[in-house]
């Protein structure tokens, strides 16, 4: 099983800046089958990012995904009020899929 | 629009049973594989179940393996996950996903679209 770790744990942050979290998996995750959720409190998670750097419907250029392997970053660019939430990564690349801890935005 | 309604939820006594449903619309669910995951109260995601499109081949997390069933109605627009042998251990929000990838193998390879609002299950005594 491919365990994700991300980091840092939690992140404090004015709006407008800039938000850089980061997954890292125990083995090379294939063909950088990574994706990245952002989750509000009371609501369902909402999928950001998948293969890595391909960014979902609707979701603002303001949100990047880049890496591959074991590495794997996501950034929010001069964020919103409505982006201090909880940010999980997910790999699918192989079986179990698995989650990472979560990483929390919040308001410096 | 994709919107996936789960309900089932409740309060259920360690070793009894529960049955989850989520109705789907706006898609054509018959073309899609579809995921239960799930989350206790404040910790993180874990996926739990994948029931393929095609041939309805399940998977299980070995967390759940032999006491829970996933299974779909195509003409319903419906997902369910029957729980059984429940332990406090489930005690989580149940979410109901559109899955998107592939599967091959009996395995799905694939990460979560849209998520349904999910449903809480609490084992208690």
């Known amino acids: 099983e491919i365990v994700l770790t991300q980091s840092p744990g939690t992140l404090s942050l004015s709006p407008g800046e800039r938000a850089t979290l980061s997954c890292r998996a125990s083995?090379?995750?294939?063909?950088?089958?990574l994706a990245w959720y952002q989750q509000k409190p009371g609501q369902a998670p909402r999928l950001l990012i998948y293969g890595a750097s391909n960014t979902a419907t609707g979701i603002p250029d303001r949100f990047s995904g880049s890496g591959s392997g074991t590495d794997f970053i996501l950034i929010i660019n001069r964020l919103e009020p409505e982006d201090f939430a909880v940010y999980y990564c997910?790999?699918?690349?192989?079986?179990?899929?698995?989650f990472g801890q979560g990483t929390k935005v919040e308001i410096k | 629009e994709v919107q996936l309604l789960e309900s089932g939820g409740a309060l259920v006594q360690p070793g009894g049973s529960l049955r989850l449903s989520c109705a789907a619309s706006g898609f054509t669910f018959s073309n899609y594989v579809m995921s239960w995951v799930r989350q206790v109260p404040g910790k993180g995601l874990e996926w739990v179940s994948d029931i393929s499109n095609s041939d309805g081949t399940t998977d299980y997390a070995d967390s759940v393996k032999g006491r829970f069933t996933i299974s779909r109605d195509n003409s319903k627009n419906t997902l369910y996950l029957q729980l059984s042998s429940l332990r406090a251990e489930d005690t989580a929000v149940y979410y109901c996903?559109?899955?998107?990838?592939?599967?091959?193998?009996?395995?799905?390879?694939?990460?979560?679209?849209?998520w349904g609002q999910g449903t809480l299950v609490t084992v208690s005594s």
């Open positions: 996903a559109r899955t998107l990838g592939y599967c091959s193998g009996g395995r799905c390879y694939a990460y979560f679209g849209s």
């Open positions: 997910q790999q699918y690349g192989s079986s179990p899929r698995t």
């Open positions: 083995q090379s995750v294939s063909s950088s089958s």
